[in-house]
T-cell receptor
Framework: DAGITQSPRYKITETGRQVTLMCHQT?????MFWYRQDLGHGLRLIYY???????DKGEVPDGYVVSRSKTENFPLTLESATRSQTSVYFC???????????FGSGTRLTVV | QKEVEQNSGPLSVPEGAIASLNCTYS??????FFWYRQYSGKSPELIMS????GDKEDGRFTAQLNKASQYVSLLIRDSQPSDSATYLC????????????FGKGTRLSVIA
């Protein structure tokens, strides 16, 4: 299916475990983004990427790692999950920076 | 820290009325402005973009931009219960690669 897909849709993990959230887009958009959304904080940028092998930190990068070996994939890894990383995570993509973003359906992550 | 401010609401309007949603931003050189709609439990959806001062209309939606006042607004005419959602304002700075900064959103409730 065309579009931007995130997996898993829901995830429960334990404190200290490593977990990877997947993001895949079929448009060959150059730009991809990871945001987290928390009550009272809105959408906050974690990492973004302008192209394959180019990534940059956003507002809240600590505890997260990203990679982008292929244009269409932009996985987000929590190296050692903490309860404060319980959140809804949204991946987004954009063909050009002057355009708005298209968001995936999100991953609801709970760290217990 | 670039900031985008929105009244969190809830903003309640009767069905058929005009809903007015406001957003201010701190970065004077911001160039691109977007409005997203987010239904509860769903991902943000782009509904309007505006780049120059003035009004831009799309169906029942009108975006208004005043760069001198650092103010952008969204008007929804003939509001419907299906418009009940959280509306996010997003702003991009002058640099072409600058990611969007999102406001925390205004919750709109349209009462039938």
């Amino acid at each position: 299916d065309a579009g931007i897909t995130q997996s898993p849709r829901y995830k429960i993990t334990e404190t200290g475990r490593q977990v990877t959230l997947m993001c895949h887009q079929t448009w060959s958009h150059s730009y991809m983004f990871w945001y987290r959304q928390d009550l009272g904080h809105g959408l906050r940028l974690i990492y973004y990427s302008a192209a394959a092998d180019i990534t940059d930190k956003g507002e809240v990068p600590d505890g997260y790692v990203v990679s982008r070996s292929k244009t269409e994939n932009f996985p987000l890894t929590l190296e050692s999950a903490t309860r404060s990383q319980t959140s809804v995570y949204f991946c987004a993509s954009s063909e050009r920076t002057i355009y708005g973003y298209t968001f995936g359906s999100g991953t609801r992550l709970t760290v217990v | 820290q670039k900031e985008v401010e929105q009244n969190s609401g809830p903003l309640s309007v009767p069905e058929g009325a005009i809903a007015s949603l406001n957003c201010t931003y701190s970065d004077r050189v911001s160039q691109s402005f977007f409005w997203y709609r987010q239904y509860s439990g769903k991902s943000p959806e782009l509904i309007m973009s505006i780049y120059s001062n003035g009004d831009k209309e799309d169906g029942r939606f009108t975006a208004q931009l005043n760069k001198a006042s650092q103010y952008v607004s969204l008007l929804i005419r003939d509001s419907q219960p299906s418009d009940s959602a959280t509306y996010l304002c997003a702003v991009r700075g002058r640099s072409g690669n600058t990611p969007l900064v999102f406001g925390k959103g205004t919750r709109l409730s349209v009462i039938a």
